[in-house]
């Protein structure tokens, strides 16, 4: 088995390309050991790792955020317990098919008389937003809108880069507010 990895814009995230799927629907993230525990058997092993602070699952990629550590001296202990898992056989999520995106559909916010705007958000946000931050090691997605303002959640590779406001207010603002003139700002919850 060959894994790729690439950098991504955050410096502590390393982006892992297992050649094979990880997450079939949906993504799923997890910032503590506890998380990971009950939640993926992949990610418990990456979390033993010291220095290992974010795992986060996208369709064909991992992505791993680190503390202060070199990415040298973590990159071949988290390739080998990728390598370790995938070869064991086990399951990815501890309960099949267990992702975030249900969660993100329950905590949703908006007014009764914007579905129609939100519609549109989350169609762009699906088609133009989420695949080119995939490419990145990360997702955004719709959390809420409320007076003008679009709330995002922003998970993996994406959480604490240091480019993410930049790619919210000059990418994603812009992009919202050129189709949905309503859109007047967007915010990371």
């Known amino acids: 088995m060959f894994i790729q990895t690439e950098a991504t814009p ?13 997450m079939e629907n949906g993504t799923a993230e997890f910032l503590n050991e506890e ?21 986060f699952f996208g369709y064909d990629f991992v992505t791993v955020t680190k503390e202060a550590q070199e990415w040298q001296h973590l990159k071949p202990a988290i390739l080998g317990s990728i390598m370790e898992h995938f070869m064991s056989g086990q399951p990815i999520m501890a309960v099949a098919g267990a992702s975030d995106d ?20 989350k169609e ?39 480019s993410s406001t930049a790619t919210l207010k000059h990418g994603v603002q812009n992009l919202l507010h050129h189709f949905i003139p309503e859109v007047q700002a967007v915010e990371a919850v």
């Open 124 to 162: 762009l946000l699906e088609t133009r937003v989420r695949p080119a931050v995939a490419q990145d090691g990360g997702d955004i997605t719709f959390k809420g809108f409320r007076d003008g303002t679009v709330f995002l959640n922003m998970k993996g590779a994406c959480s604490g880069c240091p």
């Open 102 to 121: 249900a969660d993100d559909v329950e905590g949703e916010f908006f007014a009764p008389g914007d579905e129609s705007i939100v519609a549109t958000i």
């Open 35 to 55: 998380e990971a525990a009950d939640g993926s058997p992949l990610a418990a092993r990456i979390f033993a790792i010291p220095g290992v602070i974010g795992v």
């Open 10 to 22: 955050n410096p502590a995230t390393l982006k892992f390309l297992p050649g094979k799927v990880v």
